[in-house]
C-alpha cells in the first residue's frame, strides 16, 4: 500500500506550521550499510519514528490530504528535505494480528554511523523535538518551492498547493533533536542505514 502525494485532493485546513522529519526504510531489507530507494506507509494507520539528532538541508513544508486506498482522507503536513543525515533512527508499526494478539515491528539503523537520506519526503500530523532552523521563510507560496525533494514528489505524480491552500514554510538547514514523531507515509530517494536491525515482537513495544 502506497500512499500518492499527486493524486490527492487539497483541502483547507488549519495547517500548525511545525518543522517535521522522519525518515524509515523498506520492509525486508536483508543489507546494511546499503544505499537504496525506498518508499514506506501503512495501510489505515500511523507509524512512531524517533531520531536522536537530524541536519537536513533545503527543507521545506506544506499542508495536504493523503488518500488512502479505503478513500479515507487524511490531512498532513508533508516535509522535504534534499538532503538529510539521522542519528540512531528507531520506526516502529504495531499490527493486530487477531487471535495471534498484537505485534510490533521495529526497525532501527545509524546508532554508530548516521542515516543518510536523499530526496526524502514525509507525510505526518504530529511533532516533538527541539528545532534550529537557518534562513527561515514562513508564509511562502508553495507553488513556488524549489528543491530535489521537490523535484521528487512531482516525479511521483504529485502536486503542490496554491492560492489559499498553498501556504508553507522552508529554510536553507534545519536541525532538530529528540525527535518523536507519528506519520502515514514516508519515501526517500535512497536511504544508506549503517548497522541496520529489524525486530518482530509480541506485544506493544514502540520507539516511544
Known amino acids: 500500500m502506497s500512499t500518492s502525494y499527486g493524486k490527492t485532493r487539497w483541502k483547507r485546513f488549519a495547517?500548525?506550521?511545525?518543522?517535521s522529519?522522519?525518515?524509515?526504510?523498506?520492509?525486508?531489507?536483508?543489507?546494511a550499510n546499503s544505499a537504496l530507494a525506498a518508499s514506506f506507509a501503512v495501510s489505515g494507520q500511523q507509524f512512531k519514528v524517533t531520531v536522536d539528532q537530524l541536519h537536513g538541508?533545503?527543507?521545506s513544508q506544506f499542508g495536504g490530504v493523503d488518500m488512502e486506498a479505503n478513500h479515507t482522507p487524511h490531512p498532513v503536513a508533508i516535509s522535504a528535505f534534499d538532503h538529510a543525515t539521522l542519528q540512531n533512527l528507531c520506526q516502529s508499526v504495531v499490527t493486530?494480528?487477531?487471535?495471534?494478539?498484537?505485534w510490533t515491528l521495529v526497525l532501527k539503523a545509524?546508532?554508530?554511523?548516521?542515516?543518510?537520506?536523499?530526496?526524502?519526503?514525509?507525510?505526518m500530523n504530529q511533532?516533538?523535538?527541539?528545532?534550529?532552523?537557518?534562513?527561515?521563510?514562513?508564509?511562502?507560496?508553495?507553488?513556488?518551492?524549489?528543491?530535489?525533494?521537490i523535484d521528487k514528489l512531482k516525479k511521483d505524480?504529485?502536486?503542490?498547493?496554491?492560492?489559499?491552500?498553498g501556504f508553507s514554510q522552508s529554510a536553507e538547514t534545519a536541525d532538530l533533536s529528540?525527535?518523536?514523531?507519528?506519520?502515514?507515509?514516508?519515501?526517500a530517494g535512497t536511504f544508506t542505514l549503517p548497522g541496520l536491525k529489524l525486530n518482530l515482537t509480541q506485544g506493544v513495544n514502540e520507539c516511544y
Open 15 to 19: 495547517l500548525v506550521m511545525v518543522p
Open 21 to 31: 522529519i522522519a525518515a524509515t526504510a523498506a520492509i525486508g531489507v536483508s543489507l
Open 57 to 59: 538541508e533545503n527543507f
Open 96 to 102: 493486530d494480528l487477531g487471535p495471534l494478539g498484537k
Open 110 to 123: 545509524g546508532d554508530k554511523k548516521p542515516v543518510d537520506a536523499k530526496q526524502l519526503l514525509i507525510d
Open 127 to 149: 511533532l516533538n523535538a527541539d528545532a534550529e532552523f537557518h534562513n527561515i521563510n514562513i508564509g511562502q507560496e508553495a507553488s513556488t518551492l524549489q528543491g530535489t525533494g
Open 157 to 165: 505524480g504529485g502536486t503542490l498547493p496554491s492560492g489559499a491552500q
Open 178 to 187: 529528540g525527535v518523536q514523531q507519528t506519520a502515514w507515509a514516508t519515501s
